[in-house]
């Protein structure tokens, strides 16, 4: 079945740097979605993807749709204590199911 | 800000006992998700909703879980009995129209713990 790779799995920062995050797939997808998920709580939705080669930001996030349409990558620049916790990618596929991919946890050091 | 809403946050349960989640979605979403996430894990998707018709239960364990959505607005996910493997968090998402977009909107969950 349709599987997505996520990396890293977990990193840790300094405050202030910048975050790169990338979802792999051998599979084609037609959007693309990054959520984040804090201890406890459901995923919240920070960018959706819908054409190969987009760059879409929300604030100090960007993500892109890969031109294969296997791929996305997310960046979050000058990282905040406020940015920990588990990104997802999100894949859906031409059968209209949506498939996330296992996270990368993200942890800052104040 | 419209929420999808879901009960209960925590469940503890002993195994071969029922249990059962609702989840209210953001009003007018006609789709509505249940997702599985065991920790460590995305989320994986049980069954889909559109209006209240099922459109996708292939990863629902029917001979133990089932899922309804009567009037098409709240739905109910109930697990009887309940496996040790069971023990995950419970995830509705809802998102709106009859075209899916991908913009899945999700609640809080229900955490589930299997003794």
């Known amino acids: 079945g349709q599987q997505l790779n996520q990396s890293p799995q977990s990193m840790f920062i300094q405050e202030g740097e910048d975050v790169s995050m990338n979802c792999t797939s051998s599979?084609?997808?037609?959007?693309w979605l990054w959520y984040k998920q804090d201890p406890g709580e459901g995923p919240v939705l920070l960018i959706a993807l819908y054409k190969a080669g987009e760059l879409t930001s929300n604030g100090r996030l960007t993500a892109q749709f890969g031109i294969t349409r296997k791929d996305s990558f997310l960046n979050i620049s000058a990282s905040i204590p406020s940015d920990v916790g588990i990104y997802f990618c999100a894949g859906r596929g031409s059968q209209g199911n949506l498939i996330f991919g296992k996270g990368t946890k993200l942890s800052v050091k104040p | 800000e419209a929420e999808v809403a879901q009960s209960p946050r925590y469940k503890i349960t002993e195994k071969s006992q029922a249990v059962a989640f609702w989840c209210d979605p953001i009003?007018?979403?006609?789709?509505l998700y249940w997702y599985r996430q065991i920790l460590g894990q995305g989320p994986e998707l049980l069954v889909q909703?559109?209006?209240?018709?099922?459109?996708?239960d292939s990863q629902l364990p029917k001979d133990r879980f089932s899922a309804e959505r009567l009037k098409g607005v709240d739905s109910t996910l109930k697990i009887q009995p309940a496996e040790l493997g069971d023990s995950a968090m419970y995830l509705c998402?809802?998102?709106?129209?009859?075209?899916?977009?991908?913009?899945?909107?999700f609640g809080e969950g229900s955490r589930l713990t299997v003794l």
């Open positions: 909703f559109q209006d209240e018709s099922v459109v996708d």
């Open positions: 998402a809802s998102s709106p129209g009859q075209v899916i977009t991908g913009e899945l909107f």
């Open positions: 599979s084609i997808f037609n959007t």
């Open positions: 009003s007018g979403h006609a789709t």
